[in-house]
Protein backbone atom coordinates (compact mmCIF):
# COMPACT_ATOMS: atom_id res chain seq x y z
CA UNK A 1 0.00 0.00 0.00
CA UNK A 2 1.61 3.41 -1.24
CA UNK A 3 1.39 5.29 2.60
CA UNK A 4 2.11 9.06 1.07
CA UNK A 5 -1.27 9.48 0.18
CA UNK A 6 -5.09 10.12 1.55
CA UNK A 7 -7.15 6.69 1.06
CA UNK A 8 -10.49 7.01 -0.27
CA UNK A 9 -13.40 4.98 0.75
CA UNK A 10 -13.04 2.82 -2.53
CA UNK A 11 -9.62 2.38 -1.64
CA UNK A 12 -10.93 1.10 1.77
CA UNK A 13 -13.58 -0.98 -0.17
CA UNK A 14 -10.84 -2.67 -2.55
CA UNK A 15 -8.84 -3.49 -0.03
CA UNK A 16 -12.33 -5.18 1.74
CA UNK A 17 -12.85 -6.82 -1.72
CA UNK A 18 -8.82 -8.41 -1.70
CA UNK A 19 -8.42 -9.46 1.70
CA UNK A 20 -11.72 -10.66 2.51
CA UNK A 21 -10.98 -14.73 2.64
CA UNK A 22 -8.31 -13.44 5.23
CA UNK A 23 -10.92 -11.86 7.18
CA UNK A 24 -13.94 -14.44 6.84
CA UNK A 25 -12.04 -17.69 7.36
CA UNK A 26 -11.01 -16.84 11.07
CA UNK A 27 -14.43 -15.21 11.95
CA UNK A 28 -15.89 -18.44 10.66
CA UNK A 29 -13.27 -20.89 12.65
CA UNK A 30 -13.29 -18.72 15.52
CA UNK A 31 -16.38 -19.01 16.87
CA UNK A 32 -16.66 -23.26 16.25
CA UNK A 33 -13.03 -23.25 18.38
CA UNK A 34 -14.97 -20.98 21.05
CA UNK A 35 -17.72 -23.86 21.38
CA UNK A 36 -15.41 -26.40 21.79
CA UNK A 37 -13.37 -24.27 24.07
CA UNK A 38 -16.48 -24.27 26.62
CA UNK A 39 -16.88 -27.74 27.02
CA UNK A 40 -13.21 -27.72 29.18
CA UNK A 41 -14.62 -26.22 31.89
CA UNK A 42 -16.33 -27.79 34.53
CA UNK A 43 -19.64 -26.27 34.49
CA UNK A 44 -21.27 -24.47 37.37
CA UNK A 45 -24.51 -23.97 37.94
CA UNK A 46 -26.06 -20.99 40.15
CA UNK A 47 -29.09 -21.47 42.39
CA UNK A 48 -31.49 -18.67 43.14
CA UNK A 49 -33.89 -17.45 45.92
CA UNK A 50 -36.13 -14.22 46.11
CA UNK A 51 -36.19 -12.60 49.59
CA UNK A 52 -39.07 -10.00 49.56
CA UNK A 53 -38.90 -6.91 52.08
CA UNK A 54 -42.24 -5.72 53.34
CA UNK A 55 -42.80 -2.92 55.05
CA UNK A 56 -44.66 -2.56 58.55
CA UNK A 57 -48.27 -2.57 58.79
CA UNK A 58 -48.73 0.32 61.48
CA UNK A 59 -48.39 3.82 59.78
CA UNK A 60 -44.69 5.35 60.37
CA UNK A 61 -46.42 8.81 61.39
CA UNK A 62 -48.03 6.75 64.67
CA UNK A 63 -45.50 4.31 65.41
CA UNK A 64 -41.85 5.31 64.57
CA UNK A 65 -39.75 2.22 63.25
CA UNK A 66 -36.45 1.33 65.37
CA UNK A 67 -34.38 0.49 62.39
CA UNK A 68 -33.81 3.15 59.93
CA UNK A 69 -30.52 2.20 58.41
CA UNK A 70 -30.53 1.72 54.64
CA UNK A 71 -31.79 -1.28 53.21
CA UNK A 72 -29.29 -1.47 50.97
CA UNK A 73 -26.39 -0.98 53.47
CA UNK A 74 -28.29 -3.62 56.05
CA UNK A 75 -28.60 -6.14 53.05
CA UNK A 76 -24.90 -6.29 53.20
CA UNK A 77 -23.91 -6.51 56.78
CA UNK A 78 -26.46 -8.96 57.05
CA UNK A 79 -24.88 -10.91 54.10
CA UNK A 80 -21.13 -10.34 56.03
CA UNK A 81 -22.99 -11.57 59.26
CA UNK A 82 -24.00 -14.77 57.35
CA UNK A 83 -20.36 -15.33 55.99
CA UNK A 84 -19.37 -15.27 59.39
CA UNK A 85 -17.45 -19.19 60.48
CA UNK A 86 -19.51 -19.16 63.75
CA UNK A 87 -22.64 -18.73 61.79
CA UNK A 88 -22.05 -21.23 58.68
CA UNK A 89 -20.51 -24.16 60.58
CA UNK A 90 -23.50 -25.27 61.77
CA UNK A 91 -24.73 -25.83 57.86
CA UNK A 92 -21.14 -26.45 57.08
CA UNK A 93 -21.57 -29.82 59.73
CA UNK A 94 -24.79 -30.99 57.91
CA UNK A 95 -24.32 -30.56 53.89
CA UNK A 96 -20.59 -31.23 54.27
CA UNK A 97 -19.34 -35.13 52.73
CA UNK A 98 -17.24 -37.32 54.85
CA UNK A 99 -13.58 -36.28 54.63
CA UNK A 100 -14.45 -32.40 53.15
CA UNK A 101 -12.41 -30.01 54.85
CA UNK A 102 -15.06 -27.27 56.96
CA UNK A 103 -12.83 -24.66 56.81
CA UNK A 104 -12.48 -25.09 53.19
CA UNK A 105 -15.89 -25.73 52.35
CA UNK A 106 -16.80 -22.59 54.24
CA UNK A 107 -14.05 -20.75 52.10
CA UNK A 108 -15.82 -21.70 49.13
CA UNK A 109 -19.42 -20.42 50.11
CA UNK A 110 -17.90 -17.41 50.85
CA UNK A 111 -16.61 -16.95 47.24
CA UNK A 112 -19.59 -18.10 45.74
CA UNK A 113 -22.21 -16.45 47.57
CA UNK A 114 -23.48 -13.50 45.77
CA UNK A 115 -26.49 -10.54 46.81
CA UNK A 116 -28.12 -8.94 44.79
CA UNK A 117 -30.91 -5.81 45.16
CA UNK A 118 -33.95 -5.89 43.62
CA UNK A 119 -34.57 -2.42 42.50
CA UNK A 120 -38.33 -1.55 42.00
CA UNK A 121 -39.90 0.94 39.88
CA UNK A 122 -39.54 4.07 41.74
CA UNK A 123 -35.67 3.14 41.83
CA UNK A 124 -36.04 3.58 38.14
CA UNK A 125 -37.65 7.21 38.50
CA UNK A 126 -40.86 6.19 37.46
CA UNK A 127 -42.28 7.59 34.40
CA UNK A 128 -39.76 9.68 33.89
CA UNK A 129 -37.31 7.82 33.61
CA UNK A 130 -34.25 9.42 35.80
CA UNK A 131 -32.66 6.50 38.08
CA UNK A 132 -32.31 7.33 41.56
CA UNK A 133 -30.21 5.94 43.84
CA UNK A 134 -31.22 3.30 46.25
CA UNK A 135 -32.74 5.00 49.58
CA UNK A 136 -34.68 4.05 52.91
CA UNK A 137 -38.36 1.97 52.58
CA UNK A 138 -39.52 0.41 49.20
CA UNK A 139 -37.04 1.32 46.86
CA UNK A 140 -35.25 -1.59 47.15
CA UNK A 141 -38.52 -4.23 48.02
CA UNK A 142 -36.05 -7.35 47.98
CA UNK A 143 -33.08 -9.17 47.04
CA UNK A 144 -31.66 -11.77 45.26
CA UNK A 145 -29.63 -14.32 47.15
CA UNK A 146 -27.28 -16.64 44.34
CA UNK A 147 -24.81 -19.74 45.15
CA UNK A 148 -23.00 -21.32 42.19
CA UNK A 149 -21.88 -25.09 42.66
CA UNK A 150 -20.46 -27.55 40.61
CA UNK A 151 -24.03 -29.63 40.76
CA UNK A 152 -27.08 -28.36 40.36
CA UNK A 153 -28.29 -29.89 43.81
CA UNK A 154 -25.20 -28.44 45.92
CA UNK A 155 -26.21 -24.85 44.38
CA UNK A 156 -29.97 -25.41 45.65
CA UNK A 157 -29.31 -26.81 48.86
CA UNK A 158 -26.47 -23.95 49.87
CA UNK A 159 -28.48 -21.20 48.77
CA UNK A 160 -31.27 -22.72 50.31
CA UNK A 161 -29.75 -22.48 53.58
CA UNK A 162 -28.22 -19.40 53.39
CA UNK A 163 -30.87 -17.65 52.86
CA UNK A 164 -32.70 -19.40 56.06
CA UNK A 165 -29.61 -18.10 57.67
CA UNK A 166 -30.15 -14.30 56.12
CA UNK A 167 -33.85 -14.46 57.37
CA UNK A 168 -32.81 -15.57 61.00
CA UNK A 169 -30.26 -13.16 61.05
CA UNK A 170 -32.75 -10.39 60.50
CA UNK A 171 -35.09 -11.48 62.81
CA UNK A 172 -32.34 -11.37 65.46
CA UNK A 173 -31.27 -8.27 64.03
CA UNK A 174 -34.50 -6.68 64.49
CA UNK A 175 -35.17 -8.04 67.69
CA UNK A 176 -31.90 -7.33 69.32
CA UNK A 177 -32.32 -3.58 68.59
CA UNK A 178 -35.25 -3.33 69.43
CA UNK A 179 -34.57 -5.16 72.79
CA UNK A 180 -31.58 -3.30 72.94
CA UNK A 181 -32.69 0.11 72.27
CA UNK A 182 -35.42 -0.43 75.16
CA UNK A 183 -32.88 -1.54 77.63
CA UNK A 184 -30.57 1.52 76.95
CA UNK A 185 -33.53 3.98 77.44
CA UNK A 186 -34.11 2.37 80.50
CA UNK A 187 -31.09 2.55 81.87
CA UNK A 188 -30.64 6.15 80.66
CA UNK A 189 -34.12 7.32 82.08
CA UNK A 190 -33.51 5.32 85.55
CA UNK A 191 -30.19 7.57 85.50
CA UNK A 192 -31.94 10.95 84.30
CA UNK A 193 -34.42 9.88 87.37
CA UNK A 194 -32.05 9.27 90.23
CA UNK A 195 -30.01 12.95 88.81
CA UNK A 196 -33.41 14.62 88.77
CA UNK A 197 -34.32 13.48 92.21
CA UNK A 198 -30.46 14.94 93.34
CA UNK A 199 -31.40 17.95 91.88
CA UNK A 200 -34.77 18.37 93.36
CA UNK A 201 -33.43 17.76 96.73
CA UNK A 202 -30.57 20.56 96.70
CA UNK A 203 -33.03 22.32 95.48
CA UNK A 204 -36.08 21.81 97.69
CA UNK A 205 -32.65 22.53 100.53
CA UNK A 206 -31.55 25.59 98.66
CA UNK A 207 -35.33 27.11 99.05
CA UNK A 208 -34.94 25.96 103.13
CA UNK A 209 -32.05 27.33 103.32
CA UNK A 210 -32.54 31.14 101.51
CA UNK A 211 -36.06 31.11 102.29
CA UNK A 212 -37.58 34.56 102.02
CA UNK A 213 -34.04 35.64 100.24
CA UNK A 214 -35.28 33.99 96.58
CA UNK A 215 -35.99 35.54 93.40
CA UNK A 216 -39.57 35.91 93.63
CA UNK A 217 -38.98 37.34 97.20
CA UNK A 218 -36.98 40.47 96.50
CA UNK A 219 -40.33 42.75 96.27
CA UNK A 220 -41.65 41.36 99.04
CA UNK A 221 -38.84 41.77 101.14
CA UNK A 222 -38.72 45.64 99.93
CA UNK A 223 -42.24 45.99 101.18
CA UNK A 224 -41.57 44.40 104.50
CA UNK A 225 -38.57 46.72 104.82
CA UNK A 226 -40.50 49.39 104.41
CA UNK A 227 -43.33 48.85 106.74
CA UNK A 228 -41.04 48.24 109.13
CA UNK A 229 -38.95 51.33 109.19
CA UNK A 230 -42.20 52.84 109.63
CA UNK A 231 -43.65 50.62 112.78
CA UNK A 232 -39.91 51.52 113.95
CA UNK A 233 -40.75 55.51 113.33
CA UNK A 234 -43.76 55.18 115.08
CA UNK A 235 -42.33 53.07 118.00
CA UNK A 236 -39.43 56.26 118.40
CA UNK A 237 -42.03 58.49 118.98
CA UNK A 238 -44.36 55.97 121.25
CA UNK A 239 -41.26 55.57 123.64
CA UNK A 240 -40.08 59.30 123.42
CA UNK A 241 -43.85 60.09 124.33
CA UNK A 242 -43.86 57.65 127.16
CA UNK A 243 -40.44 58.79 128.87
CA UNK A 244 -41.89 62.77 128.64
CA UNK A 245 -44.92 61.65 130.43
CA UNK A 246 -42.96 59.60 132.82
CA UNK A 247 -41.04 62.29 133.42
CA UNK A 248 -44.03 65.07 134.28
CA UNK A 249 -46.20 62.26 136.08
CA UNK A 250 -42.91 61.79 138.39
CA UNK A 251 -42.36 65.61 138.94
CA UNK A 252 -46.40 65.53 140.22
CA UNK A 253 -45.83 62.56 142.17
CA UNK A 254 -42.93 64.16 143.29
CA UNK A 255 -45.01 66.74 144.51
CA UNK A 256 -47.58 65.83 145.77
CA UNK A 257 -45.81 63.27 148.22
CA UNK A 258 -44.22 66.27 149.66
CA UNK A 259 -47.37 68.01 150.33
CA UNK A 260 -49.17 64.84 151.64
CA UNK A 261 -45.84 63.90 153.82
CA UNK A 262 -45.95 67.54 155.21
CA UNK A 263 -49.45 67.54 155.99
CA UNK A 264 -49.02 63.91 157.60
CA UNK A 265 -45.88 64.75 159.53
CA UNK A 266 -47.95 68.10 161.33
CA UNK A 267 -49.66 67.10 164.69
CA UNK A 268 -49.29 70.50 166.10
CA UNK A 269 -52.81 72.03 166.53
CA UNK A 270 -51.42 75.92 165.83
CA UNK A 271 -49.64 74.55 162.55
CA UNK A 272 -53.20 72.83 161.81
CA UNK A 273 -54.34 75.79 161.88
CA UNK A 274 -52.98 77.87 160.16
CA UNK A 275 -53.05 75.15 157.33
CA UNK A 276 -57.05 75.22 157.67
CA UNK A 277 -56.25 78.77 157.22
CA UNK A 278 -54.51 78.71 153.90
CA UNK A 279 -56.62 76.51 152.63
CA UNK A 280 -59.77 78.63 153.85
CA UNK A 281 -58.34 81.47 152.18
CA UNK A 282 -57.33 79.32 148.74
CA UNK A 283 -60.98 78.26 148.74
CA UNK A 284 -62.30 81.91 148.24
CA UNK A 285 -60.06 82.80 145.83
CA UNK A 286 -60.68 79.27 143.89
CA UNK A 287 -65.12 80.14 144.42
CA UNK A 288 -64.27 83.22 143.24
CA UNK A 289 -63.16 81.97 139.66
CA UNK A 290 -65.01 78.62 139.58
CA UNK A 291 -68.00 77.36 140.47
CA UNK A 292 -68.62 74.41 143.32
CA UNK A 293 -68.06 71.90 141.16
CA UNK A 294 -64.76 72.65 139.43
CA UNK A 295 -62.10 69.83 140.60
CA UNK A 296 -60.00 72.27 142.55
CA UNK A 297 -62.92 73.49 144.31
CA UNK A 298 -63.99 70.21 145.62
CA UNK A 299 -60.36 69.72 146.32
CA UNK A 300 -60.11 72.08 148.68
CA UNK A 301 -63.13 71.80 150.16
CA UNK A 302 -62.40 67.94 151.25
CA UNK A 303 -58.71 69.40 152.38
CA UNK A 304 -60.47 71.98 154.83
CA UNK A 305 -62.35 69.00 155.92
CA UNK A 306 -59.48 66.59 156.41
CA UNK A 307 -57.88 69.51 158.19
CA UNK A 308 -60.74 70.17 160.46
CA UNK A 309 -61.46 66.90 161.13
CA UNK A 310 -57.90 66.37 162.69
CA UNK A 311 -58.17 69.55 164.93
CA UNK A 312 -61.37 67.66 165.94
CA UNK A 313 -59.47 64.97 167.14
CA UNK A 314 -56.87 65.86 168.33
CA UNK A 315 -58.92 68.74 170.72
CA UNK A 316 -61.26 65.65 171.56
CA UNK A 317 -59.09 63.08 172.02
CA UNK A 318 -55.69 61.73 174.18
CA UNK A 319 -51.83 62.19 172.88
CA UNK A 320 -51.97 58.69 172.29
CA UNK A 321 -55.07 58.45 169.63
CA UNK A 322 -53.75 61.28 168.48
CA UNK A 323 -50.51 59.21 167.54
CA UNK A 324 -52.28 56.62 166.77
CA UNK A 325 -54.67 58.58 164.14
CA UNK A 326 -51.60 60.00 162.16
CA UNK A 327 -49.77 56.79 162.22
CA UNK A 328 -53.50 55.16 160.28
CA UNK A 329 -53.49 58.57 158.36
CA UNK A 330 -50.38 58.00 157.21
CA UNK A 331 -50.12 54.69 156.18
CA UNK A 332 -52.81 55.13 153.89
CA UNK A 333 -51.93 57.51 150.51
CA UNK A 334 -54.37 59.21 148.88
CA UNK A 335 -56.06 58.08 146.08
CA UNK A 336 -54.50 61.27 143.76
CA UNK A 337 -50.87 59.70 144.98
CA UNK A 338 -51.78 55.94 143.94
CA UNK A 339 -52.88 57.08 140.71
CA UNK A 340 -49.48 59.05 140.11
CA UNK A 341 -47.70 56.21 141.04
CA UNK A 342 -50.42 53.49 138.82
CA UNK A 343 -49.34 55.87 135.99
CA UNK A 344 -45.69 55.93 136.70
CA UNK A 345 -45.81 52.38 136.52
CA UNK A 346 -48.21 52.27 133.69
CA UNK A 347 -45.53 54.62 131.19
CA UNK A 348 -42.76 52.53 132.81
CA UNK A 349 -43.96 49.65 131.19
CA UNK A 350 -44.81 51.53 128.18
CA UNK A 351 -41.36 52.08 127.87
CA UNK A 352 -40.20 48.38 128.53
CA UNK A 353 -42.75 47.27 125.86
CA UNK A 354 -41.56 50.14 123.66
CA UNK A 355 -37.58 49.53 123.82
CA UNK A 356 -38.55 45.86 123.36
CA UNK A 357 -40.17 46.29 120.26
CA UNK A 358 -37.51 48.89 119.54
CA UNK A 359 -35.13 46.11 119.48
CA UNK A 360 -37.07 43.70 117.85
CA UNK A 361 -37.96 46.01 114.88
CA UNK A 362 -33.94 46.74 114.07
CA UNK A 363 -33.10 43.10 114.12
CA UNK A 364 -35.86 42.55 111.54
CA UNK A 365 -34.60 45.60 109.65
CA UNK A 366 -31.03 44.38 109.63
CA UNK A 367 -32.54 40.50 108.93
CA UNK A 368 -34.44 41.74 105.65
CA UNK A 369 -31.74 44.54 104.81
CA UNK A 370 -29.00 41.65 104.73
CA UNK A 371 -31.54 39.54 102.62
CA UNK A 372 -32.39 42.66 100.12
CA UNK A 373 -28.16 42.66 99.67
CA UNK A 374 -27.75 39.01 99.31
CA UNK A 375 -30.70 38.54 96.59
CA UNK A 376 -28.30 39.14 93.36
CA UNK A 377 -26.00 36.34 94.50
CA UNK A 378 -28.85 34.18 96.03
CA UNK A 379 -30.85 34.53 92.36
CA UNK A 380 -28.02 33.87 90.28
CA UNK A 381 -27.25 30.44 92.44
CA UNK A 382 -31.25 29.36 92.59
CA UNK A 383 -31.12 30.25 88.15
CA UNK A 384 -28.17 27.63 87.77
CA UNK A 385 -29.47 25.32 90.32
CA UNK A 386 -32.70 25.87 88.25
CA UNK A 387 -31.71 25.65 84.88
CA UNK A 388 -29.82 22.76 86.21
CA UNK A 389 -33.44 21.13 87.11
CA UNK A 390 -35.13 22.28 84.49
CA UNK A 391 -32.91 20.80 81.76
CA UNK A 392 -33.08 17.48 83.90
CA UNK A 393 -36.68 17.68 84.16
CA UNK A 394 -36.84 18.17 80.47
CA UNK A 395 -34.34 15.00 79.42
CA UNK A 396 -36.21 13.08 81.99
CA UNK A 397 -39.26 13.37 80.19
CA UNK A 398 -37.67 13.32 76.53
CA UNK A 399 -36.65 9.77 77.66
CA UNK A 400 -39.74 8.97 78.98
CA UNK A 401 -41.32 9.52 75.77
CA UNK A 402 -38.79 7.95 73.67
CA UNK A 403 -38.81 4.70 75.93
CA UNK A 404 -42.69 4.41 75.47
CA UNK A 405 -42.42 4.53 71.94
CA UNK A 406 -39.34 1.95 71.88
CA UNK A 407 -41.67 -0.32 74.14
CA UNK A 408 -44.39 0.43 71.37
CA UNK A 409 -42.16 -0.38 68.84
CA UNK A 410 -41.00 -3.41 70.63
CA UNK A 411 -44.69 -4.72 70.48
CA UNK A 412 -45.34 -4.19 67.61
CA UNK A 413 -42.22 -6.11 66.44
CA UNK A 414 -42.91 -8.99 68.74
CA UNK A 415 -46.30 -9.44 66.79
CA UNK A 416 -44.84 -9.71 63.43
CA UNK A 417 -46.76 -5.84 62.56
CA UNK A 418 -43.27 -4.08 61.77
CA UNK A 419 -40.79 -4.57 58.35
CA UNK A 420 -39.96 -8.30 58.16
CA UNK A 421 -38.55 -10.14 55.12
CA UNK A 422 -40.43 -13.37 53.59
CA UNK A 423 -38.93 -15.83 50.94
CA UNK A 424 -40.79 -15.01 47.96
CA UNK A 425 -39.25 -17.86 45.79
CA UNK A 426 -37.18 -20.66 47.09
CA UNK A 427 -33.78 -21.65 45.75
CA UNK A 428 -34.19 -23.02 42.69
CA UNK A 429 -33.01 -26.24 40.90
CA UNK A 430 -30.71 -25.01 37.75
CA UNK A 431 -31.63 -26.62 34.38
CA UNK A 432 -28.78 -25.43 32.64
CA UNK A 433 -24.92 -24.27 34.12
CA UNK A 434 -24.43 -20.90 34.51
CA UNK A 435 -20.81 -21.27 33.91
CA UNK A 436 -19.62 -21.87 31.40
CA UNK A 437 -22.02 -19.82 28.91
CA UNK A 438 -21.27 -21.62 25.12
CA UNK A 439 -23.36 -18.86 23.30
CA UNK A 440 -21.22 -16.18 25.09
CA UNK A 441 -17.83 -18.04 24.22
CA UNK A 442 -19.18 -18.91 20.10
CA UNK A 443 -19.39 -15.02 20.31
CA UNK A 444 -16.04 -14.05 22.04
CA UNK A 445 -14.41 -16.70 19.54
CA UNK A 446 -16.23 -14.66 16.63
CA UNK A 447 -14.86 -11.45 17.81
CA UNK A 448 -11.36 -12.98 18.35
CA UNK A 449 -11.89 -14.29 14.90
CA UNK A 450 -13.04 -10.98 13.33
CA UNK A 451 -10.18 -9.25 15.24
CA UNK A 452 -7.74 -11.69 13.80
CA UNK A 453 -9.07 -11.30 10.18
CA UNK A 454 -8.99 -7.60 10.12
CA UNK A 455 -5.35 -7.57 11.96
CA UNK A 456 -3.98 -10.07 9.31
CA UNK A 457 -5.86 -7.53 6.54
CA UNK A 458 -4.45 -4.81 7.85
CA UNK A 459 -0.98 -6.28 8.17
CA UNK A 460 -0.54 -7.67 4.56
CA UNK A 461 -2.13 -4.17 2.88
CA UNK A 462 0.78 -2.29 4.56
CA UNK A 463 3.48 -5.09 3.72
CA UNK A 464 1.93 -4.48 0.04
CA UNK A 465 3.60 -1.35 -2.09
CA UNK A 466 2.08 -3.05 -4.89
CA UNK A 467 0.58 0.13 -7.35
CA UNK A 468 -3.23 -0.63 -8.46
CA UNK A 469 -4.32 3.30 -9.31
CA UNK A 470 -3.40 6.37 -10.89
CA UNK A 471 -3.93 7.86 -7.51
CA UNK A 472 -0.90 5.05 -6.76
CA UNK A 473 1.41 5.81 -9.49
CA UNK A 474 1.26 10.02 -9.02
CA UNK A 475 1.88 9.03 -5.23
CA UNK A 476 4.68 6.49 -6.24
CA UNK A 477 6.50 8.72 -9.08
CA UNK A 478 6.03 11.87 -7.77
CA UNK A 479 5.00 13.23 -11.00
CA UNK A 480 1.65 14.41 -12.71
CA UNK A 481 0.03 11.73 -14.92
CA UNK A 482 -0.49 13.32 -18.52
CA UNK A 483 -1.88 10.13 -20.05
CA UNK A 484 -4.00 7.12 -19.03
CA UNK A 485 -3.63 4.11 -21.69
CA UNK A 486 -6.40 1.29 -20.72
CA UNK A 487 -5.01 -1.93 -20.09
CA UNK A 488 -5.32 -4.53 -23.54
CA UNK A 489 -4.04 -7.99 -23.20
CA UNK A 490 -4.79 -11.11 -21.92
CA UNK A 491 -6.43 -11.65 -19.09
CA UNK A 492 -4.42 -14.86 -17.93
CA UNK A 493 -0.94 -13.09 -18.91
CA UNK A 494 -1.37 -11.26 -15.16
CA UNK A 495 -1.37 -12.00 -12.05
CA UNK A 496 -3.68 -11.73 -9.21
CA UNK A 497 -3.67 -8.36 -8.55
CA UNK A 498 -2.70 -7.39 -12.24
CA UNK A 499 0.57 -6.45 -11.03
CA UNK A 500 2.36 -7.89 -14.36
CA UNK A 501 0.00 -5.94 -16.34
CA UNK A 502 0.66 -2.63 -14.62
CA UNK A 503 4.51 -2.97 -14.64
CA UNK A 504 4.09 -3.48 -18.49
CA UNK A 505 1.74 -0.93 -18.75
CA UNK A 506 4.33 1.56 -16.75
CA UNK A 507 7.20 0.40 -19.11
CA UNK A 508 5.63 1.59 -22.33
CA UNK A 509 4.71 4.39 -20.73
CA UNK A 510 8.10 5.41 -19.46
CA UNK A 511 9.41 4.86 -23.03
CA UNK A 512 6.27 6.94 -24.62
CA UNK A 513 7.61 9.95 -22.20
CA UNK A 514 11.17 9.69 -23.29
CA UNK A 515 9.64 9.81 -27.20
CA UNK A 516 7.61 13.10 -26.35
CA UNK A 517 10.19 14.50 -24.19
CA UNK A 518 9.22 14.44 -20.70
Not at 165 to 177: C, H, P, R, V, W
Not at 193 to 205: E, F, P
Not at 269 to 285: I, M
Amino acid sequence: MIGNRELTMDDYLAMLRRRAKVILIPALLAPLAGWLISFVFTPKYTSQSLVLIEGQQVPENMVQPLVDQDLTSRVVTLQQQVLRQSTLLPMVERIRKPGQDANALIDTIRANMSVEPVESDLSQGGSSGKKRPPSKGSVVPGFYVQYTASSAGEAQQICDGLTSLMLTENDKFIAGTSQSTTDFLSKQLEDAKHNLDDLDAKLADFKKRYVGQLPGDEESNLKILTGLNSQLDANTQTLNRAQQDKAYTESLLAQQLAAWKSLQSATNPQTLQKELEALQSQLLQLQARYTGDHPDVIKAKADIAEVKKKLAEINNGSPETADTSVDKASATEPPEIRQLRLQVHQYGDMMAAATRDQKRLQQEIALYQGRVSLSPEVEEQYKLLARDYDNAQRNYQDLLANKGKAEITHRMELEQKGEHMRMMEPANLPDSPSFPARLIFAAGGLAAGLALGVGLAMWLELRDTSIRTEADAEAALELPLLVSVPWVGDATAQNGNGKRRFWTRKKKLDEHHETIGV
